[in-house]
């Protein structure tokens, strides 16, 4: 068998973009591990630079051709991760420890579960593995972590050692539904009744609700949603996570991989939620507005990306958080990430913490599904 090299590179441009999507561009297309997406993280200036996550990308390689990729970022800080850890960087440093930096395979500031470990073979998979676990002992950091991981990368990493975290988000499953209404038959009475007088309630703002992808998106629509973007992450981080320049990017090499929807008043844009197409699910990521009205999030974020993506045959994911997502047909599913920690007291501490966070969180999914809104058996019959 040929020795499998490992290569580290701060910049996706160190790597061709044919090369890399052989790996990440796979069945069923996620956008976010894309080279693309990546580099415009990277040519916006919102990874990299002072922003605390410095790219690492790990390339695997036998007899000079690539054979495997790894997303993978020095981190010196928690955030813009959505499985967080400060409760084990505050155990690390309060025994002594410094957390930070630590290694982090993920695509940053996006809660959306897809392939992290990008290869076409175990062999590979593992080569990739191994060598980040090996940087991570070489440099004498605190940890290595793999998050929004698939199930498949859970069970594999768990077997090679890696410790495994489950958490979970609201997801909306397409039971091949023809159109909205035929979501709504799945429903119990009264919460059919409610998402429709919500529906009724938006678009009763007193304009329009459009939908844009591709080629339809224009400069301007970005100009709108900045602002948008930048009242919610002002709100909820402090500072957002992405630049204006992303948004510029987003323009010129993905807007094929977008779907826009934009509330317009009085001739100006007032609220939009930004989603990404994958080939089987629209992710749901940021919404903001400069005008209230009731109900409008609700239409913007959940029910325009049901539409969607009944008319295209996809599931939703609408990013982390939000119980409230649970009343209009999204429900809890579990969300995956793997963990290695080279110092072995803080292993074993770790793991005995995730052991009662994976029960407590199994239960706490099987409660939330039994309160979804969908109809009971016996209401069907």
């Known amino acids: 068998m040929a020795e499998i090299q490992i290569d580290m590179l701060q910049s996706i441009d160190g790597i061709d973009a044919a090369d890399w999507d052989r790996f990440a561009g796979v069945a069923p297309f996620d956008p976010f591990t894309s080279h693309r997406f990546l ?25 000079g051709e690539v054979i495997g990729v790894m997303p993978l970022y ?69 940890s290595f972590h ?54 009724a309630t938006a678009q009763a703002f007193g304009g329009k609700i459009v939908q844009l992808t591709g080629d339809v998106i224009e400069p301007h629509h970005w100009d709108a949603f900045w602002q948008f973007y930048q009242d919610t992450g002002s709100r909820k981080w402090g500072r957002p996570y992405l630049t204006r320049e992303f948004f510029d990017c987003a323009q010129a090499t993905l807007r094929n991989d977008i779907l826009l929807v934009l509330a317009e008043r009085e001739g100006r844009y007032i609220a939009g939620a930004l ?20 109900c409008l999030h609700f239409e913007l ?14 599931r939703v994911e609408a990013g982390a958080q939000g119980e409230h997502k649970l009343a209009r047909g999204y429900l809890p599913s579990p969300v995956y990430s793997l963990h290695y920690m080279p110092d072995e007291g803080f292993r074993r501490a770790v793991d005995e913490y995730l052991r009662h966070e994976r029960d407590a969180v199994g239960e706490d999914i099987e409660i939330m599904t039994s309160y979804g809104p969908f109809r009971k058996v016996e209401d069907a019959e």
């Open 39 to 63: 580099k415009a993280l990277e040519d916006s200036g919102s990874v990299g630079g002072r922003s605390g996550w410095q790219p690492y990308h790990l390339v695997a390689r036998a007899e």
């Open 146 to 199: 793999v998050t929004f991981c698939t199930g498949e990368e859970y069970e594999f990493g768990g077997e090679l050692g890696l410790l495994q975290r489950m958490t979970q988000q609201f997801h909306w499953e397409n039971d091949g539904y023809t159109n909205f209404d035929a979501f709504l038959a799945d429903l119990s009475s009264r919460k059919r009744k409610n998402i429709r007088k919500e529906r």
């Open 275 to 294: 989603n990404f197409i994958g080939g089987e699910t629209l992710f749901g990521r940021y919404w903001g507005c400069v005008e209230d009205h009731s």
């Open 301 to 314: 974020c959940y029910y325009q990306a049901i539409d969607y993506a009944i008319a295209h045959g996809l």
């Open 74 to 142: 020095a981190k010196s800080h928690s955030q813009g991760e959505y499985i967080f850890d400060h409760s084990f960087a505050h155990a690390y440093e309060q025994a002594g420890g410094r957390y930070y930096p630590k290694l982090q395979c993920a695509v940053p500031f996006t809660p959306a579960t897809g392939r992290r470990i990008l290869a076409d073979t175990d062999i590979a998979r593992r080569a990739l593995l191994d060598g980040a676990m090996q940087l991570t002992r070489n440099n004498h950091l605190s």
